[in-house]
């Protein structure tokens, strides 16, 4: 177009201006990435500097964040500085790139106030690389602008430095930010830490000891339905009976949130960035309205958990986990007793106490990369084990 290689028919060209170089480039483009990424770094600074949920949601924080985008492209749109060349002049330049600047300068604002937090994820690292692009990209602006204004009449460096602004601004940064697809402290964060496996569980990727696992090689401990609950609960293999009991009656919800609730408390309490990562993860699983496995709590409990002001606190799930386990008691143990789940579990105990007893030694079987309760063939490892095992030669 700027050597009429390509020409178009309108009256109204320099609409076309306003609508790419300034809502395109600015509330659509720069400004809500940049706008994007100030809304990550700010939660991330309440959460693991302030050690509390922040006070305003995303989805209210981000508008906000980019209604002075929108405000400078209205007035653009309005008073119309741009000429037939797409060009405006300084006295509008100046505003334009000093938003620019300020985005990025408060995204580095955030980003030194999260620096000494030790990330188990690329969070900080996201935010230094989004930096030095949107940076990259305003130096590469400008200079291209200069151009523009000194050269006008040099056709090629105009095509040059349109072709750069383009690049840049509608590709290179939108697909830089589209790559960086960690989103923190989200039921939906991926857990892969980059290697060549994943982690299915939050507890295993955070590297919570003995985390979800259940090898068939551990000390025996007969069940004693007599025993109270809490207790029974500690014995892993009783725990995952109840829990594909649970999942067998849609209501699996209460045990899983117990299991994480459990894998939490192994966490030190000096380990305060371990401790925010699971506590978040579990309100976001299990607490808030609407999680993927809500569990049924008392609004009391529920408000106490979400507007706590130490997410490390060690006693945050303790009158959530003891209405949960009411909720056990009534409605899942007394009708697992008499499930098929029970009986299956009572069978592999006197299989294991028989072997128990005579002493036999053996190997565990082999595990896929994904362990106990998310490993797909975990049930099947195990059946056949027992199988071959209590059919042994004595």
């Given at each position: 177009m700027?050597?009429?290689?390509?020409?178009?028919?309108?009256?109204?060209?320099g609409?076309?201006?306003?609508?790419?170089?300034?809502?395109?480039?600015?509330?659509?483009?720069?400004?809500?990435?940049?706008?994007?990424?100030?809304?990550?770094?700010?939660?991330?600074?309440?959460?693991?500097?302030?050690?509390?949920?922040?006070?305003?949601?995303?989805?209210?924080?981000?508008?906000?964040?980019?209604l002075?985008?929108?405000?400078?492209?209205?007035?653009?749109?309005?008073?119309k500085?741009?000429?037939?060349?797409?060009h405006?002049?300084?006295?509008w330049t100046?505003?334009?790139?000093?938003?620019?600047?300020?985005?990025?300068?408060a995204?580095?604002?955030?980003t030194?106030?999260i620096r000494?937090?030790e990330?188990?994820?690329?969070?900080l690292?996201?935010?230094?690389?989004?930096?030095?692009?949107?940076?990259?990209?305003?130096?590469?602006?400008?200079?291209?602008?200069v151009?523009?204004e000194?050269?006008?009449?040099?056709?090629?460096?105009q095509?040059?430095?349109?072709?750069?602004?383009?690049?840049t601004?509608?590709i290179l940064?939108?697909?830089?930010f589209?790559?960086?697809?960690?989103?923190?402290?989200?039921?939906?964060?991926?857990l892969?830490?980059?290697?060549?496996?994943?982690?299915?569980?939050?507890?295993?990727?955070?590297?919570?000891?003995d985390?979800?696992?259940?090898?068939?090689?551990?000390e025996?401990r007969?069940?004693d339905?007599?025993?109270?609950?809490?207790?029974?609960?500690l014995?892993?293999?009783?725990?995952?009976?109840?829990?594909?009991f649970a999942?067998s009656?849609?209501?699996?919800?209460?045990?899983?949130?117990?299991e994480?609730v459990?894998?939490?408390g192994k966490i030190?309490?000096?380990d305060?960035v371990?401790?925010?990562?699971?506590?978040r993860?579990?309100?976001?699983?299990?607490?808030?309205?609407?999680?993927e496995?809500?569990?049924?709590?008392?609004?009391?409990?529920?408000?106490?958990?979400?507007?706590?002001?130490?997410l490390?606190?060690?006693?945050?799930f303790?009158?959530?986990?003891?209405?949960?386990?009411q909720?056990?008691k009534?409605?899942?143990?007394?009708?697992?007793?008499?499930?098929?789940?029970?009986?299956?579990?009572?069978e592999e105990e006197?299989?294991?106490?028989?072997?128990?007893?005579?002493g036999?030694?053996?190997?565990?079987?082999?595990?896929s990369?994904?362990?106990?309760?998310?490993?797909?063939?975990?049930?099947?490892?195990?059946?056949?084990?027992?199988?071959?095992?209590?059919?042994?030669?004595?």
């Amino acid at each position: 177009m700027s050597l009429n290689l390509l020409q178009f028919k309108s009256k109204h060209w320099g609409k076309y201006c306003y609508l790419w170089a300034v809502w395109v480039e600015g509330p659509l483009g720069f400004g809500l990435l940049m706008s994007c990424r100030i809304t990550q770094a700010f939660q991330l600074y309440f959460i693991f500097v302030k050690k509390r949920l922040p006070p305003i949601k995303s989805y209210v924080f981000l508008p906000i964040v980019l209604l002075p985008w929108i405000f400078g492209a209205t007035i653009l749109h309005a008073r119309k500085p741009l000429n037939t060349q797409c060009h405006m002049g300084l006295q509008w330049t100046f505003p334009v790139a000093g938003l620019h600047a300020l985005y990025v300068l408060a995204l580095v604002a955030f980003t030194r106030a999260i620096r000494h937090v030790e990330f188990r994820f690329d969070e900080l690292k996201d935010l230094w690389k989004g930096i030095l692009v949107s940076a990259t990209a305003i130096v590469i602006w400008v200079t291209a602008f200069v151009l523009n204004e000194i050269h006008e009449e040099i056709s090629w460096l105009q095509v040059a430095s349109r072709f750069v602004l383009l690049v840049t601004g509608g590709i290179l940064v939108v697909v830089f930010f589209s790559m960086s697809s960690n989103q923190p402290l989200l039921s939906q964060i991926s857990l892969n830490k980059r290697e060549h496996y994943e982690f299915q569980r939050m507890s295993l990727a955070l590297g919570i000891p003995d985390s979800g696992l259940l090898f068939r090689k551990e000390e025996f401990r007969p069940v004693d339905p007599n025993e109270p609950l809490d207790k029974l609960l500690l014995n892993k293999r009783f725990r995952q009976s109840l829990m594909e009991f649970a999942d067998s009656c849609y209501a699996g919800e209460t045990l899983h949130f117990y299991e994480e609730v459990y894998e939490h408390g192994k966490i030190p309490e000096d380990d305060s960035v371990r401790r925010i990562y699971m506590a978040r993860h579990i309100m976001e699983k299990f607490i808030v309205a609407g999680a993927e496995m809500e569990v049924n709590l008392s609004h009391k409990t529920r408000q106490e958990i979400l507007t706590t002001q130490d997410l490390t606190h060690p006693d945050l799930f303790k009158n959530a986990l003891n209405e949960v386990m009411q909720l056990i008691k009534m409605n899942l143990v007394r009708d697992y007793w008499s499930s098929i789940f029970f009986i299956k579990f009572k069978e592999e105990e006197s299989c294991d106490e028989a072997m128990h007893k005579e002493g036999w030694s053996f190997s565990p079987p082999r595990m896929s990369s994904v362990q106990g309760s998310d490993d797909p063939f975990y049930q099947e490892h195990m059946s056949k084990s027992s199988t071959s095992r209590c059919s042994s030669p004595g």
